[in-house]
C-alpha cells in the first residue's frame, strides 16, 4: 500500500484530516497502527470503547432468560389462547395415531384416530354397538402411531379379555 492509500485509509479510519493523517503517519514511520496510537494521544480521535462479551445471561443484566420469558408467556395466556393450544395439540395427536382392527392376526381396519372421534361423534349408538360385536367375532383392537399407548392397548386387551369370558360362559350355559 502507498503512502497515499495509507494517508486515505487513517483520515476515514480515524475521521481525521489528509493533514492530522499525513502528520501522524509521518510521526510513526507511516506504520497505521502506531498512527492511530499517536492520534489517540495527540486527542484527535477516540480510543475505542472497551467492551465485553459473555454467553452467560446470569452476568448480562439486560439479558434475560429464554425460559423465564416462555414460563411467564405461558402465565399471561388467556383461557381462551390455552384451550386453543389444547385442541391443536389433540388434533395434530390424533393425526398421527390410529385405530386398528385386527382378526386372528390380520389387520382388517386402520383409521386416524381422529376419524374414529368423528364417526363417535355423529354415530356413537351405532359404532358402539358395532364394536362390541366385533368384540364377539374375535376382532381385537388397538392404537398404533407416533406416541406411547400402551394404556390404551391395555384397556383394548382387558376388553377383548372381558368378551371372550363372556362368550364362554354363553357357551357353557347352552350345552
Not at 476515514?12 to 499517536?38: F, G, I, P, Q
Not at 452467560?56 to 393450544?85: H, I, L, R, T
Not at 382392527?101 to 359404532?127: D, F
Request: aromatic residues 8%; glycine residues 4%; charged residues 35%.
Amino acid at each position: 500500500m502507498d503512502q497515499l492509500e495509507k494517508v486515505e485509509k487513517l483520515k476515514e479510519r480515524a475521521n481525521v484530516t489528509y493533514e492530522e493523517a499525513k502528520e501522524a503517519l509521518e510521526a510513526s514511520n507511516w506504520d497505521l497502527l502506531d498512527a492511530m496510537v499517536y492520534l489517540e494521544k495527540m486527542g484527535k480521535t477516540e480510543a475505542p470503547r472497551q467492551e465485553t462479551y459473555s454467553t452467560s445471561y446470569e452476568e448480562q443484566s439486560q439479558y434475560v432468560s429464554v425460559k423465564d420469558k416462555v414460563k411467564e408467556k405461558k402465565k399471561n395466556d388467556s383461557p381462551f389462547v390455552q384451550a386453543g393450544k389444547l385442541v391443536r395439540l389433540l388434533l395434530k395427536k390424533s393425526r398421527e395415531n390410529f385405530f386398528c382392527v385386527s382378526r386372528k392376526g390380520e389387520e382388517i381396519l386402520k383409521i386416524p384416530v381422529l376419524l374414529l372421534i368423528c364417526v363417535l361423534l355423529i354415530a356413537w349408538h351405532i359404532t358402539l354397538i358395532a364394536l362390541i360385536a366385533g368384540l364377539f367375532f374375535d376382532c381385537t383392537y388397538s392404537f398404533c402411531g407416533k406416541d406411547d399407548l400402551e394404556t390404551a392397548n391395555k384397556a383394548m386387551e382387558k376388553a377383548g379379555e372381558f368378551a371372550e369370558k363372556v362368550k364362554d360362559e354363553v357357551r357353557e350355559n347352552n350345552k
